[in-house]
């Protein structure tokens, strides 16, 4: 199995779990963007944004920096992949698990005729 810090998991597909925080993690696919950037797609205040987007760095997904009055936010791909390969596990033991029971029900019908 996939060892990973489970704590660290834990956050991430927490984070993940809201659609505001996944369409944040979306919109900065291609490149930083300011908390003022990643607010404005959203009817809700920058305190309700900075929230999600604290949410968002305790899972270790974005990256904040400061430059003024200036909060820069980056994507960290590295926790994505970690959430990623986990993900690839489980469906790895999905997709034997089916390709067993194909294989079971195709035999059963053979058996049926």
């Given at each position: 199995?996939?060892?990973?810090?489970?704590?660290?998991?834990?956050?991430?597909?927490?984070?993940?779990?809201?659609?505001?925080?996944?369409?944040i993690i979306h919109s900065m696919h291609q490149k930083?963007?300011?908390?003022?950037?990643?607010?404005?797609?959203?009817?809700?205040?920058?305190?309700?944004?900075?929230?999600?987007?604290?949410?968002?760095?305790?899972?270790?997904?974005?990256?904040?920096?400061?430059?003024?009055?200036?909060?820069?936010?980056?994507?960290?791909?590295?926790?994505l992949s970690k959430a990623t390969e986990w993900l690839q596990f489980y469906e790895k033991f999905w997709?034997?698990?089916?390709?067993?029971?194909?294989?079971?029900?195709?035999?059963?019908?053979?058996?049926?005729?």
């Amino acid at each position: 199995m996939v060892n990973h810090n489970k704590d660290q998991l834990n956050e991430i597909f927490h984070a993940l779990s809201d659609p505001t925080r996944r369409e944040i993690i979306h919109s900065m696919h291609q490149k930083e963007k300011t908390v003022s950037e990643l607010a404005q797609p959203f009817d809700m205040s920058l305190a309700a944004i900075s929230k999600h987007i604290k949410v968002l760095e305790r899972a270790k997904l974005i990256e904040r920096s400061v430059n003024g009055r200036t909060h820069l936010c980056s994507l960290n791909t590295e926790s994505l992949s970690k959430a990623t390969e986990w993900l690839q596990f489980y469906e790895k033991f999905w997709s034997n698990r089916f390709d067993l029971l194909e294989k079971e029900l195709l035999e059963a019908k053979k058996k049926e005729h």
